[in-house]
């Protein structure tokens, strides 16, 4: 699948190993999402076109000014995609946030959202949906679903750290046209729909929650 992208770069592989680790620190989990989450975004940026702005002066000389072209949109499905909010916005500050609420209901495996903060009409021209894990593809799908009924159009990408292969044709399957970023893949995934060996339930190690 030519739109899934799974990074080949070290430090992403070094990172996600730790990550996996079930015995660090909630601290150190989100700070290796942090990193893990800027990595993957600066792939994700890599086409971004340019438009050229007013010349600027240096301290030598005036020079050509670029700046970047579209309107560029975040979208955290809560509550694990906030742990790489701050990631991406230092590269993309003037980046909008835009929050959508969507869980997995624990028998179906089925997406239920209950929160969504976009605006009226669309004020972005592209969208990076921040979410650390995509397990079935169901959320993931959900969402893209969401923001194009919204009036995205155009291009939805998205950076996750581990995602298994089922989920990533799932969501290929509904969405052939999102791009996905993803530092690993994983072949398998359980009877309960989760990520083996994954990192285990991506908010609860976060928010050092246990397990419902």
Do not use: C
């Not at 894990?133 to 950076?159: E, P």
């Not at 990533?168 to 729909?193: A, M, R, T, W, Y």
């Amino acid at each position: 699948m030519s739109h899934i992208h799974a990074s080949n770069h070290p430090l992403i592989a070094h990172k996600i190993s730790i990550l996996r680790n079930k015995n660090i620190k909630p601290k150190q989990v989100r700070e290796l999402m942090h990193e893990i989450g800027q990595l993957l975004a600066y792939e994700a940026t890599a086409d971004l076109p340019l438009k050229a702005a007013e010349p600027q002066q240096s301290p030598l000389s005036t020079y050509s000014v670029v700046k970047l072209a579209p309107r560029i949109g975040l979208v955290p499905i809560l509550r694990s995609g906030l742990s790489f909010v701050n990631a991406v916005q230092e590269l993309l500050p003037s980046a909008r946030v835009l929050h959508l609420g969507i869980f997995r209901e624990k028998i179906s495996l089925q997406p239920i959202e209950y929160y969504n903060k976009l605006p009226s009409e669309p004020n972005i021209d592209q969208v990076i949906v921040l979410e650390p894990m995509i397990a079935t593809g169901g959320t993931a799908t959900a969402a893209v679903s969401i923001l194009k009924d919204w009036g995205i159009k155009s291009t939805i990408k998205f950076i996750t750290a581990v995602a298994s292969r089922q989920g990533l044709d799932n969501l290929h399957q509904k969405h052939p046209d999102v791009e996905v970023f993803v530092g690993v893949i994983d072949e398998i995934l359980d009877s309960n729909g989760y990520i083996v060996p994954g990192l285990g339930d991506a908010g609860d190690r976060l928010h050092d929650t246990p397990s419902a």
